[in-house]
């Protein structure tokens, strides 16, 4: 019993080793990126196989039943030695299924004694399943492997730009007030994370004034953490839709206060040029 709970303990700290190896994979990005897509995709990996296995039944099921069916009227079918190692049972037929789609078999193997032995049409049956398996349902599945992958990449992408906009506003703030000035941010301009941080968000050094005055949008002459967090997040990448719609809408709202304020003008004038003879005397002491 000792040496039991002795080997137990062991086991333990070997999880324990391979957890610590888990939180080490935060400081290598491409490998972290590989291990959370894998991840990610096990849901999608859950319903391909499904539907993988869904498709391979149909089509074991109604192979298998023509093999029978036709053996009980021509028994010698069962001396072959591809049909019995094909289509002998119903397992094997799923796997001789599986293994054409995946290359395992060349399927022309697979075919041939259903062509020969039963009728050609089997042969269109066949290639039939072939051009939809692995042209339709493996691009497919593919598809949504590698759009699955891509999200996780962006999302951690995403995680590790604004841990560095994070660290870059800390390294700014060297008073601790949780606010930067443009004398603060100059001055940073050369440390590394504060480089590191304008290249992820593709800024140059020699833009950093007018990424401050970007950022300061109410003109007090200091940034806080928020505002220089989103706000170098917002100018990553492409405009959004709702970037778009955000600025359509105010300029529409600043046309529309042009208008009211040039018509305000023309009836000021018109007011003026209606009765000219009222201005000296205003203006006379």
Not at 109 to 126: K, M, N, Q, T, W
Request: aromatic share 8%; charged share 25%.
């Amino acid at each position: 019993p000792r040496n039991m709970n002795f080997m137990r303990i062991l086991r333990i700290l070997r999880l324990v080793r391979i957890i610590r190896l888990v939180r080490v994979l935060r400081y290598f990005q491409e490998l972290r990126t590989m291990v959370s897509s894998i991840a990610s995709s096990l849901k999608s990996l859950l319903w391909t196989i499904t539907l993988v296995a869904l498709l391979i039944y149909v089509v074991g099921v109604y192979l298998t039943n023509l093999i029978v069916d036709h053996a009980e009227e021509h028994p010698e079918i069962l001396n072959r030695e591809d049909v019995k190692l094909y289509y002998g049972s119903l397992l094997g037929s799923t796997l001789s299924l599986f293994q054409a789609m995946t290359g395992g078999v060349d399927w022309d193997d697979l075919s041939r004694p259903l062509s020969e032995e039963i009728s050609p049409f089997c042969a269109v049956i066949f290639s039939l399943y072939i051009t939809f398996s692995v042209l339709c349902m493996m691009n497919v599945i593919t598809g949504v492997f590698v759009e699955s992958a891509l999200m996780t990449a962006r999302g951690d992408k995403d995680r590790d730009v604004k841990r560095q906009i994070e660290c870059a506003f800390t390294s700014t703030d060297v008073d601790n007030s949780g606010k930067i000035s443009w004398e603060e941010f100059g001055e940073a301009l050369t440390d590394p994370k504060v480089a590191e941080c304008l290249k992820a968000i593709e800024i140059e050094p020699s833009e950093a004034k007018g990424l401050f005055a970007l950022l300061d949008a109410d003109g007090s002459g200091d940034i806080d953490k928020e505002e220089f967090v989103m706000g170098c997040l917002r100018l990553r990448g492409q405009a959004r839709a709702i970037d778009l719609a955000t600025l359509t809408y105010f300029n529409k709202r600043v046309s529309s206060l042009w208008v009211q304020l040039i018509e305000d003008i023309e009836v000021a004038i018109a007011a003026l040029n209606a009765s000219p003879a009222q201005v000296p005397a205003a203006a006379a002491p």
